[in-house]
């Protein structure tokens, strides 16, 4: 009896299947999509209104993350800048049925930007991009979701003051909550989830709320702030966040090591995890990468095209981080290290980790063809079991004749499949991914360690958790989205019919170049590239 209520559980179960959901009605008519901006003009100018197929397309789809049809992009763009008109473009999206995507960097993987309905509200970040205040006493920030973390932490620097979350450049505050970003900086800082205070949340109707004031610790009832931070905009939209600070790192030193193999440098990072070493950041590149990062011009310096480890130090006094290094040493030397490079000042430092930084960006270059697509994973698994992933995965890799690299945050046990493929082989790429997945549920891993779900891991989380940890997901998004206008069809598949879908471009229109383009620049612009 307990089986098979399990199995098929009453209307009112404490769970939701697919099956028993309301199908969400969207309009996306010309007629709809007319009388949104008809009423949304009223509060907001003219001007943060778009509906150029160019900026509409490309909101959807990138080179690194390819929504699956060019059809799979908003109707139009609305350029907020305040909570309050937020507020206002969701009260308009409700009330007719238009589904919304909330935007900020655009660097997101996994398909999470695509939007399958066919058309929608797209609300891009890019006009709040305001740093509130920093309270240098409280050690923390407010910020709005536009914000650039690495311009962030250049302004905290003045104030000796770091926000530790790094994920891939370009990437801003707004998306990095959404995702529950982690970075190489997680291993000694933890995820974006540990640094986020609290939120100011608009929700699907229109209704904003607050899901936290400012202590560093609070028993106050349900924890909205964790409920929101990694839910991939699919429950309430991020206007406004408080985030935990620390003082900026001292005596930044970067170690890179070379070893002839995948377990001679996983062996190494094993062993500096249970000796409990303080090291910042802890980073293996494989062989392909390493031959990326050379050949893509990032990086001024050539390195051995073999598995390597890339280290950060730091601490509060430069005898501290030294004795640090040499214990590292001692065990890479061990685990028969070719070669153990160490930066001198803190420009070194920053010049040899730009290699790590600009990873994915060289591994892109290498395209055979400009028509090639990118498919990535982002499986963690227990760190004892990370080598046996990586070698399985290149074994996949060699034998499919596909290219790909493997990148791995390997302090915690978190490792990245990249597969560049011609759209012909997209069968295979899809099976080398699938295959990180499953192996990496069967090593009590996950399928997604900080990049999210979206569409592409919908099927992956299924297998991970079980169809009833879904159905209780559903339930919850049901209650505070229950026409499933947030970022529709992302985590776990949902059903819905658009009336009149308007498709805004051509046949002739791109989903890829504009976008790339810009956000590659902003990022070059950033790390201070020409």
Known sequence: MAESLLRNPPDRSSTQSLEKSATAKYSVSPDTLRKAIGQLKKDIAADRIIRDVGECTNKSSTAWSPAPEETDCPSFIVYPISTLEVSKIAKVCHELGIPMLPYSGGTSLEGSLAMTTKGGCCID?????????VNKKDMDVVVQPGVDYMELNQTLAEQNLFFPPDPGPGAKIGGMIAQGCSGTNAYRYGPMKEWVLGLTVVLADGTIIKTRH??????????????????????GIVTEASLKLTSKPQNVRVAVVAFPSIPNAVDSAIKVVQEDLPVAALELLDDFTMKAVNEAGYCEKQYAETATLFLKFSGYSDRMVQEIIGKVMDIAKANNCSSFEISKTEREASDLWQARKTALWSVLALRRKPEDKFLSSDAAVPISRLGDLIEATQADIKESGVLGSCIGHVGDGNFHAGILYDPQDEKIARTIIQNVQRRAVKMKGTVSGEHGIGLENRDALTE???????DTMRKVKAALDPKNLLNPDKIFHQKWVAKDSWIPFSSSASSKGYQDQDIVQDIKSTLGWS
């Open 125 to 133: 970040f890019k006009l709040m991009d305001r740093v509130i205040g």
């Open 214 to 235: 400012r202590p560093r610790k609070s028993s106050a009832g349900y924890d909205l702030t964790q409920l929101i931070v990694g839910s991939e905009g699919t429950l």
């Open 464 to 470: 991970e958790l079980g169809q009833q940890s879904i």
